[in-house]
């Protein structure tokens, strides 16, 4: 079974960095993936990371710790236009692919 | 455009209402998702079908009934529904046979059941 822990909300300040942690128990890990979700809409894919290590993108990078059953998400240089939900979500293959997802973090960003 | 459609956008419907969420992917996935939205809960999976074939079903009521009739298309049926589905469902889509790749989202259908 899955156990995924986030933050419910969070707040920053326009121009800040903000690490949202994520925290799970799985079997079968195939990866873990971190999606945007703005009020009202569907959810983004932003990251995966399935090794140890840091994903860089752009304004955004995800890190993953597998013996820990740990990732964040870092948000550098945050704009008014992140303000969304984080989710964090594990892909689990038990024989086929499904992706089960924490309940999600809400960052609020402020001027 | 994420290349998954669904369609209608919001539904309202009485409980004794039969209805029929549609999905639609243009990617070429080979495997699709129905979730569950509920305010403060996580997207809770419903059903997974790989290859058009169901290989999950979380436990869910019999009032919700999945069809998918090829590997572009998937249905949810709805029917003697309560006030507690009212939800968003999702719809995702990927590709099974590579690991690790990313599922894509439908706007979602909101339904109201009154």
């Known amino acids: 079974g899955q156990n995924i822990d986030q933050p419910t909300e969070m707040t920053a300040t326009e121009g800040a960095i903000v690490q949202i942690n994520c925290t799970y128990q799985t079997s079968g890990f195939n990866g873990l993936f971190w999606y945007q979700q703005h009020a009202g809409e569907a959810p983004t894919f932003l990251s995966y990371?399935?090794?140890?290590g840091l994903e860089e993108k752009g304004r955004f990078s995800s890190f993953l710790s597998r013996s820990k059953g740990y990732s964040y998400l870092l948000l550098k240089e945050l704009q008014m236009k992140d303000s969304a939900s984080y989710l964090c979500?594990?892909?689990?293959?038990?024989?086929?692919?499904?992706?089960?997802f924490g309940t999600g973090t809400r960052l609020l960003v402020s001027p | 455009e994420t290349g998954v459609t669904q369609t209608p956008r919001h539904l309202v419907m009485g409980m004794t209402n039969k209805k029929s969420l549609k999905c639609e992917q243009h990617?070429?996935?080979?495997?699709m998702y129905w979730y569950k939205q509920s305010a403060k809960k996580p997207l809770e999976l419903m059903f997974v079908y790989s290859l058009e074939e169901r290989v999950e079903n979380n436990s869910v009521p019999s009032r919700f009934s999945p069809e998918c009739p090829n590997s572009s298309h998937l249905f949810l049926h709805l029917h003697t529904l309560q006030p507690e589905d009212s939800a968003l469902y999702l719809c995702?889509?990927?590709?099974?046979?590579?690991?690790?790749?990313?599922?894509?989202f439908g706007q979602g259908t909101r339904l109201t059941v009154v």
């Open positions: 995702a889509s990927s590709q099974e046979a590579q690991g690790g790749t990313e599922a894509f």
């Open positions: 979500a594990v892909m689990e293959n038990t024989g086929f692919q499904k992706l089960v």
């Open positions: 990617l070429g996935h080979n495997a």
């Open positions: 990371n399935v090794l140890d």
